[in-house]
């Protein structure tokens, strides 16, 4: 009887064993599928993009003021889309710091359980809706209702509504990061603070905010990054105007703009104007990834543990 039982343990563990080998290696295969995908993907823009700066100095495209590669007269300074990306990308984090933060404060710190189950799920909502929604939204309300009551002279294609759009995109990004961020702060720290005579209003913006700071710094840095990256809020609302210019209420064309441009045909395959393209993309690329680094580098950094 013994023998039957030893017999099935030792059964049973070599099948556990073979689950949990089969599992290891299929995260490890998903984990190696996205590295590969981002090495083609940087090969990919390398390789055009070489054939573009072969073309135009490196020096013009990153201190050029004017940007005309789909003109007659073709110039190319980027500088012009980097300034209206990262105008757009300033005023969409002016909007989600703080009403993320709001909201992360109040979910982690304020909401009952019934609240918190009810109103979180609408937050997420706004990541979910489709970018296209938000560009008409803004494009035929947020600036012929709205934004000219206040602003009469404002151009119907601009970055100010484009930014604002964006910044109700990543409050998600802020507001969930945040939020777990402060509910991972011990409960100690604050029966602390209480036991003191703190109330709940000190406890959260002196106690609880500190020591959460290192999540909310990296929800910004993502957020910031996801700004950036978004293409079709700008290409519908911000418009296609490559100019350097630090008024919001004009049209301006942003980097990821530029991008969905050439991308829906304006520029034949093999040309200056079509391998420019890659040549954004990549710039665009290494803005991006360092900021996602340094995300990672401030959690791990400044995590404070308990």
């Known amino acids: ?157 601009n970055i100010l509504a484009a930014g604002l759009m964006i910044g109700f995109l990543i409050i998600p990004i802020v507001g969930s990061i945040s939020e777990d961020a402060i509910r991972s702060v011990p409960l100690d720290l604050r029966l602390a603070a209480y036991s003191v005579g703190a109330r709940k209003f000190e406890v959260v913006i002196k106690i609880v905010v500190p020591a959460a700071l290192s999540g909310i710094f990296a929800s910004i840095i993502l957020a910031f990054g996801r700004a950036m990256g978004e293409t079709m809020i700008v290409a519908i609302v911000a418009g296609f105007r490559p100019i350097l210019s630090f008024n919001v209420l004009e049209s301006m064309e942003t980097m990821t703009g530029f991008i969905a441009q050439v991308a829906t045909g304006d520029a034949p395959h093999g040309t200056i104007e079509y391998n420019s393209l890659f040549a954004v993309g990549l710039t665009l690329l290494l803005i991006t990834y360092p900021l996602n680094l340094l995300a990672l580098r401030v959690l791990k950094k400044w995590t404070i543990r308990y």
């Open 1 to 157: 009887m013994s023998i039957v039982v030893q017999g099935l343990g030792s059964k049973n563990l070599r099948k556990r064993r073979l689950i949990s080998t089969l599992i290891q290696n299929i995260t490890f295969l998903a984990a190696l599928t996205s590295t590969i995908a981002v090495i083609i993907i940087l090969l990919t823009l390398l390789n055009e993009s070489l054939a573009f700066f072969t073309e135009v100095s490196i020096l013009e495209y990153f201190t050029g003021t004017h940007w005309t590669v789909l003109f007659l007269e073709k110039k190319f300074g980027i500088l012009p889309l980097l300034n209206a990306t990262l105008l757009s990308s300033l005023i969409a984090l002016g909007v989600a710091v703080p009403i993320g933060l709001a909201i992360a404060i109040y979910l982690g710190e304020y909401a009952s359980n019934k609240v918190k189950n009810t109103l979180k799920p609408i937050v997420e909502l706004l990541a979910g809706i489709p970018t296209v929604v938000y560009g008409y939204f803004a494009l035929y309300f947020v600036t012929p209702q709205l934004l000219r009551i206040f602003l009469p002279n404002i151009q119907l294609n």
